[in-house]
């Protein structure tokens, strides 16, 4: 669809960039903190843990400074858990203290806060009692430190996501605590989305109940599935991908129904993943306000026999192009590559036109407006003299925000953008060497170093899309080298 004219973003579109608490505080043994999965996934990491990472719990006046100066209308950030409830039972004031400061900061700078309440850092104690998101008494958990940050920063936060990509943590076990010994990880998976749908939907209802001007929602991720070929099978493999990684997830968390295929797929192979009708009243009775969705990349669907050797997925680790392995699900899909499309150099594509279609789906099926809470390239940027060009970044956000752009023209009510990352941070999969921030943070996975942030050129080029409230997109004059 090819429009004569464009529309304008919306006067108060929430122009942001994101974080997570894992990812950029450090102080992991600070003012009471708990250990979270993360902290522990991350001490035999050979490059990298959560102690320092990018110091933003020391220097977060410094880094709100960097943010009013690039004229961020919101910000969004994870609250850690176990800042708040240390071992998942027992509160720890100044953990609250800590993220009221924050919140007051931004504030103070006229930037709106958006938390996502939970980024994969559940307490390593809840894991270690019941398995973490496996076990039902997460649900109660959940709740009870959803409702102290509902109550410690309701008074100023408008914003709330629930919980980060559930749809996406269940397809890598090991970035939340793993599957416990002796369960199948399909039925791993299909316990944890049921009890992140539950918890969900009581958070919001919660949510309801004490802040009734609160916005709250679900957070997923979002790769669109394109059939490798127009040969009916891997049309078909793309709509298994869709419906399997994406709608399932989804249609729990905002529609409170079970997608029939996946449901009867299987059931074929022994395993009941029907919820009690009980649950599914409860989860259709709470409707969320908004989906946030991130967005990356798309990926390429192709048919995948049922005696095919099946691979779950991975990640390219080494940064070396083409050293990703495809996920393969025997009866549902293939993985493979896009020949269309170029990647960076952890096999991510590139794909801007991805995300207009992401956009066009998820509102075409579930009628909520949308936020982009994640969107960016991971690269390896070199600090020269100070400077970090980043131009391809630039053209990355400008063919994304370009494609957000045409996406509200078709219709599609889009709330806020928020990159990722604000400033450079531990990349989940691949510590500092893969960046994303506007702001270079002086590290990396061997040396702390000096920790000293510097602005990226894109930092420069953002500061003029937001200013301009998107009517400067184009202007790139000046970056490239
Ligand atoms: C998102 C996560 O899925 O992907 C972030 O919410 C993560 O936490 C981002 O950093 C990019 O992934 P990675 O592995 O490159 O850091």
Not at 66 to 90: C, H, Q
Not at 311 to 322: A, C, L, S, V
Not at 403 to 423: E, K
Not at 431 to 449: E, I, Q, T
Request: aromatic fraction near 14%.
């Amino acid at each position: 669809m090819e429009h004569i004219k464009l529309n304008n973003f919306p006067t108060n579109f929430l122009w942001g960039a994101a974080t997570a608490a894992y990812q950029v505080e450090g102080a992991i043994h600070e003012e009471g903190k708990g250990v979270s999965v993360q902290d522990s996934r991350n001490f035999s990491n050979a490059f990298h843990d959560t102690t320092v990472t990018s110091d933003h719990f020391h220097r977060f006046h410094e880094d709100v400074g960097l943010m009013k100066e690039l004229g961020l209308k919101s910000y969004r950030f994870s609250v850690a858990w176990t800042r708040i409830y240390p071992d998942g039972v027992n509160i720890n004031p100044p953990g609250i203290a800590f993220y009221n400061r924050l919140i007051d900061e931004l504030i103070r700078n006229g930037i709106e806060p958006l938390i996502t309440l939970y980024h994969f850092d559940h307490p390593q104690a809840l894991q270690e009692c019941f398995g973490g998101w496996y076990g039902d008494e997460m649900i109660e958990h959940f709740l009870r430190f959803a409702a102290t940050c509902f109550k410690a920063f309701g008074d100023r936060v408008n914003w709330f996501m629930t919980l980060c990509e559930s749809n996406n943590v269940v397809l890598y076990p090991d970035l939340i605590g793993g599957v416990p010994a002796g369960v199948e990880v399909e039925a791993w998976r299909f316990q944890v989305s049921r009890v992140m749908a539950l918890a969900n939907a009581r958070v919001i209802r919660l949510g309801r109940e004490l802040l009734p001007n609160a916005k709250i929602g679900p957070c997923i991720g979002y790769a669109v599935a394109y059939p490798a070929t127009c040969a009916p099978l891997d049309i078909m493999a793309a709509l298994n991908e869709d419906e399997f990684r994406t709608f399932y997830p989804l249609d729990l968390l905002c529609l409170g129904r079970q997608n029939t295929a996946v449901v009867t797929f299987f059931a074929q192979r022994g395993l009941d993943i029907r919820l009690r009708q009980s649950e599914l009243d409860e989860l259709t009775s709470v409707k969320p306000d908004f989906i946030a969705f991130n967005y990356y990349q798309s990926d390429v669907a192709k048919a995948c026999p049922l005696n095919d050797k099946g691979i779950q997925p991975g990640f390219n680790r080494d940064g070396k192009k083409g050293g990703f392995t495809y996920p393969r699900f025997p009866g549902l899909y293939a993985g493979d590559s896009n020949p269309y499309l170029e990647r960076n150099d952890w096999d991510w594509e590139i794909d801007p036109v991805g995300l207009r279609i992401a956009c066009r789906r998820l509102f075409d099926r579930y009628q909520l407006p949308l936020i982009i809470t994640e969107n960016g390239l991971g690269a390896c940027d070199t600090l020269i003299d100070g400077q970090v060009n980043d131009i391809y970044r630039i053209d990355y956000l400008q063919k994304h925000i370009y494609q957000m752009q045409l996406a509200i023209t078709d219709g599609v009510p889009v709330l806020g953008y928020y990159p990722w990352s604000f400033i450079d941070l531990m990349s989940t999969s691949n510590g500092y060497k893969k960046r994303y921030g506007f702001v270079y943070v002086d590290r990396d996975d061997n040396a702390v170093k000096t920790l000293n942030r510097y602005k990226k050129d894109s930092f420069h080029w953002y500061q003029n899309v937001i200013s301009s409230n998107g009517r400067n997109l184009n202007n790139k004059q000046g970056y490239s080298k």
